[in-house]
C-alpha cells in the first residue's frame, strides 16, 4: 500500500468513525462508556476499605474499579485518536494537492 493509500484510508476510517459518533448508537456507545468511567470513579471513592476481610480482596476490588474505568476511557479515546488521525491524513493530501 502506497502512502497516499494509506492517508485515504486513513482519511476515509476518521469520516466513518465521526460519522458513527454522531449515530444513535455512536451516541450511546459514548454516553455508556462516559457514564461506566464515573461510575467506577464514584465506586472507587465510596469504597470503605473496613469491608474487606483481606488486604487480597480489597486489592481486587480496586482493581476491578481501574479497569472498568480504563476501559471505558479506552473505547473513548480510541475512536477519538481514529478521528484525529483521519483528520491528519486529509491535511497532508490537501497540501499535497496544493503543491
Known sequence: MSEDETLYAEAAIGQEVEQ???STVGRLLIGQAEQ???QAKTELLEL???????LTALMN???RLQTKAKIAGLV??????????????????DSESED
Open 20 to 22: 458513527f459518533l454522531d
Open 36 to 38: 461506566d468511567q464515573e
Open 48 to 54: 470503605d476499605p473496613h469491608t474487606y476481610d483481606t
Open 61 to 63: 476490588a480496586i482493581s
Open 76 to 93: 473513548v479515546s480510541y475512536l477519538k485518536d481514529a478521528i484525529t488521525q483521519g483528520m491528519n491524513a486529509e491535511g497532508v493530501l
